[in-house]
């Protein structure tokens, strides 16, 4: 899609260049960026006008954000920092190593170096990280013409005026107006008629994931974030929930495949990085699977009279696994969707139960047919495989719905309780009902 | 949260849970019919103001609408649909059954059931399935002043006016202006001159995932969509796309477990329904294991004489099938983020083979450790492991790493590639590396 200014910039046609990419939008434009040689990001970004230059700056990956910064003089720097809002600049800096912010701060103006440095004390993955402090307030003796006339004067360097907050003489929040209700009020309205009451906020420290689904729920535009004193001290804005969501489901994918969570993606990742995601549960897993072979080790001598035992336990273990990873995924979806909590534990405990023994029985007899038509296996051994097959797929499943509760009432991620941990679990639970089902049948 | 309206329903005291009501937002008080006696749903419906009843009843889950559809009289039905936006009102019509619509349609007045209808045609999951054509469109040679009233008189039916959209006679889409730039400009500009040209907007045909994908790129509130003509049909607003962007990665997550998606929610789903969504994958993926089985069959003598092998298959099977999966959850999530595509493929790859080796070299070396000092296992078997051990954890990544990819590239779901299908794929593998080296070194 960037042909065309590819070949304006090979050809150095910079007016031209200039021309063609204040028609695109700047997300479009940071994508670009990408896409040319680092030499000439800086030649670039400097012939894009300054407003269009800091807002294609915060569509653009932290890599190049920092390439970009190395290559600024101080006052280009100090003129990007300038036209960023709040909370865009935040999210640079905590992107940036140590230096480079230290060269941010001394570039921006004390205002808003003071409140750079507020919003960093948060705790990560607080609503205080993530807020912006750049909203609309408006009290509630103003009519609406010195609401509409304030936000003219004030709006400019707002993040949003479409819902502007009615804060008292303690600066507490006490409604919500929103830009629509002002427009098509009579303008001589008083806001504290109009406003809507018990806005709905969070605090803080809040978990930036809560803030993110309170807002999604509510389907607002911007969420109020009050300290402990309900002081309104900023707003979260509905593109940052958006981000948060996406992060939180790619987190949750992870952690599914037992990997830990990275915020860089995959192709920006070092190798070593992308190793040090992996190695850990790799390690984990690997030994505790090697107590699945304890159980093996433990039936060798059986095993050795009844070789063919050993052909099934590849399906016998996959089946388990597979049964309590849909489960277990079901209900960690669930809880972090907020479809479910604890007490829901025997209503879903009751449903696994009855899912597992129609799933179990249908897996049963399909495998019980092609063992007896396909296979010609003896009957005996029939009957060994299919009955551990519904006992396999009954454990597994409810293993699979009930430790991920367990884990979130415990205080974990349930996250951990995911495909496979769950396949840890339920092998060695599969192999331990196969051979006590074999040892009844087979009389070893 | 619910204990006060709660009593106060018991009681019987309505105007006061009237008053309590209206005091919280639309969601919470769908959230609260959920917990009160069925019976006593219409009743409380009933002293909810007009406009918080509608919009109450858009949050609702769907059994409860169709459980208060029923229990309205026409005059009532018709109340509320004639107070829901359009696209609010079409996400209902999808969920009900026929004879429930039927009414619906019957009880909207003729311009809204036209509408309905229009949107009902667009093919499921398309951008017009999901657009809503309430917005507010604007003319170049209008000024903002003209603009400001044409808001003020149209914008109460609309879903957004925070983006309006500046058409031609032929009411093509030539531009955007948002409600801040009208705020903040002077009232005599010509909207020609201050609207955004070139605006980025989608066909009605569009996969409403990238339509969603699109808005979050951007940052934008409303999403403009146009048919084959470029004639403006509706917009897509930031609330719907927030939906989609959850939907999909719950869709992705279910896939990844081996699970058939569904719209409704775990604890609103009846087990024959959940039985159907999880029994294709369990019994495909049961019927390749037992090609995995085959594998063993074959080797079945050599087993007989070194049972001990038999020990470590469920330890390698499970290590090829994490590092399987880890790799091809990390593309797949990739991909749906669309930060991966086809071309990366090499690039992906030579990360993968070297990570691969990083991972196995230290798996093996941990577990080699393990088999000598812990389990007092033979050098040869340790060694027989150990180098399956490598093999595995590369042939897994490198399976995990490009067959999303060439799923994708061949028209699939790249999803169908998560962990149940490549663990069954690597299952597989492993074993046959596994007696391969074992025949090298023990020569069997």
């Given at each position: 899609m960037f042909e065309k200014a590819l070949a304006l910039l090979e050809e150095k046609k910079f007016g031209q260049l200039r021309l063609y990419l204040q028609d695109m939008n700047p997300a479009d434009i940071a994508l670009f960026m990408e896409e040319i040689p680092e030499e000439s990001i800086a030649l670039v970004f400097r012939i894009l006008s300054k407003d269009i230059a800091a807002e294609t700056f915060t569509f653009m990956e932290s890599d190049l954000q920092e390439h970009l910064i190395h290559s600024f003089s101080d006052s280009e720097l100090k003129a990007v920092i300038d036209e960023l809002f709040l909370d865009d600049a935040v999210d640079i800096v905590e992107e940036m190593p140590a230096n480079v912010v230290k060269r941010i701060l001394r570039s921006a103006d004390p205002d808003k170096r003071k409140m750079i440095n507020e919003i960093l004390k948060?705790?990560?993955?607080?609503a205080g990280s993530i807020m912006t402090i750049e909203f609309v307030s408006l009290r509630k003796r103003m009519t609406v013409k010195e609401a509409l006339r304030r936000i003219r004067r004030t709006?400019?360097?707002?993040?949003?005026?479409y819902t502007c907050y009615v804060t008292n003489e303690q600066n507490r929040l006490c409604g919500i107006v929103s830009a629509k209700t002002l427009l098509l009020a009579?303008?001589?309205?008083i806001i504290g008629d109009i406003m809507e009451q018990n806005p709905i906020y969070v605090t803080t420290l809040e978990d930036k994931e809560i803030v993110a689904h309170t807002l999604h729920k509510y389907n607002f535009l911007a969420l109020p974030v009050v300290d402990e004193e309900l002081r309104l001290v900023g707003i979260v804005t509905v593109d940052d929930a958006m981000d948060v969501l996406q992060e939180e489901a790619t987190e949750d994918i992870e952690k599914m495949a037992a990997i830990l969570p990275s915020e860089r993606p995959y192709l920006k990742t070092g190798i070593f990085d992308i190793f040090r995601q992996r190695i850990p549960w790799l390690l984990a897993l690997m030994i505790s699977a090697t107590f699945t072979g304890k159980i093996i080790t433990h039936f060798e001598d059986a095993l050795g009279k009844f070789?063919?035992?050993?052909?099934?336990i590849p399906m016998l273990m996959d089946t388990g696994g597979n049964s309590g990873s849909q489960a277990s995924v079901t209900i960690i979806r669930g809880l972090s969707l907020e479809?479910?909590?604890?007490?829901d534990i025997f209503r879903i405990i009751w449903k696994e139960i009855r899912v597992a023994l129609i799933c179990g029985m249908v897996l049963a007899c399909a495998n019980f047919l092609k063992l007896i038509l396909?296979?010609?296996?003896s009957m005996t051994i029939a009957l060994v495989v299919c009955s551990t097959l519904v006992g396999t797929v009954f454990f597994a499943k409810l293993a699979g719905c009930s430790l991920p509760l367990v884990a979130k009432k415990a205080g974990?991620?349930?996250?951990?309780?995911?495909s496979p941990l769950i396949t840890t679990i339920v092998d060695a639970l599969s192999l331990i009902i196969y051979f006590n089902i074999a040892r009844v049948i087979l009389g070893f």
């Open positions: 948060y705790p990560e993955d607080s709006g400019l360097d707002k993040e949003t005026i009579d303008e001589n309205d070789v063919v035992l050993t052909t099934f479809e479910i909590e604890f007490g396909i296979d010609h296996v974990f991620d349930p996250v951990v309780m995911a």
